[in-house]
């Protein structure tokens, strides 16, 4: 069975620092993209950043770029998110999904529960 | 970027009730669709990729058609536990989601 659990989520003052992971079994996690998808409260769902099983491809949205920074330990089958200065616009429940692909496209057929990661002083 | 609309935002149904849903593609993006349920307080989950293939153990009351622009998500006979925010996704290419449909009891 496929589960991922994300943790490391909680209050963090604007300008601080924290580390999200997610610890993913039932599957080959070499062979997957995984992905970071968060949620503001009461919004839609936004992607945040993406990175390929051999870690040769990353990707992030705009709006974190150059702030966060995506991992993975394929030896421990862990992904994590270190969350440099973070904003207020941070806010948010941060998903940790699995990429699954059709031809050149991904889609998302596994997600974590969800972690909360709050910004504010 | 390619931009995803939904169409409605919020629909008001009863148990039983068809319903459709339309994402709409700024672009041509073939098959290239996916189709999430997510309930309140839970995590999205994969219904439909590549515009109509449903995913394992989703039940066969819902499904999906289209592909280039204009795509739909329809639900046969509305369950209670349907009554959730329904999200398409293109995939490949940025930002991924559509706005969301939020289907609410009647």
């Known amino acids: 069975e496929v589960q991922l659990v994300e943790s490391g989520g909680g209050l963090v003052k604007p300008g601080g620092s924290l580390r999200l992971s997610c610890a993913a079994s039932g599957f080959t996690f070499s062979d997957y993209t995984m992905n970071w998808v968060r949620q503001a409260p009461g919004k839609g769902l936004e992607w945040v950043s993406s990175?390929?099983?051999?870690?040769?491809?990353?990707?992030?949205a705009d709006s974190v770029k150059g702030r966060f920074t995506i991992s993975r330990d394929n030896a421990k089958n862990s992904l994590s998110l270190q969350m440099n200065s973070p904003r207020g616009e941070d806010t948010a429940v941060y998903y940790c999904?699995?990429?699954?692909?059709f031809g050149s496209g991904t889609y998302y057929d596994y997600w974590g529960q969800g972690t909360l990661v709050t910004v504010s002083s | 970027d390619i931009q995803l609309t939904q169409s409605p935002s919020f629909l008001s149904a009863s148990v039983g009730d068809r319903v459709t849903i339309t994402c709409r593609a700024s672009q041509g993006i073939s098959s290239y669709l996916a189709w999430y349920q997510q309930r309140p307080g839970k995590a999205p989950k994969l219904l439909i990729y590549a515009a109509s293939t449903l995913q394992s153990g989703v039940p066969s009351r819902f499904s999906g058609s289209g592909s280039g622009t204009e795509f739909t998500l329809t639900i046969s006979s509305l369950q209670p536990e349907d009554f959730a925010t329904y999200y398409c996704q293109q995939l490949n290419s940025y930002p991924p989601f559509g706005p969301g449909t939020k289907v609410d009891i009647k």
């Open positions: 990175i390929s099983g051999s870690t040769n491809y990353i990707h992030y």
């Open positions: 999904a699995r990429g699954a692909h």
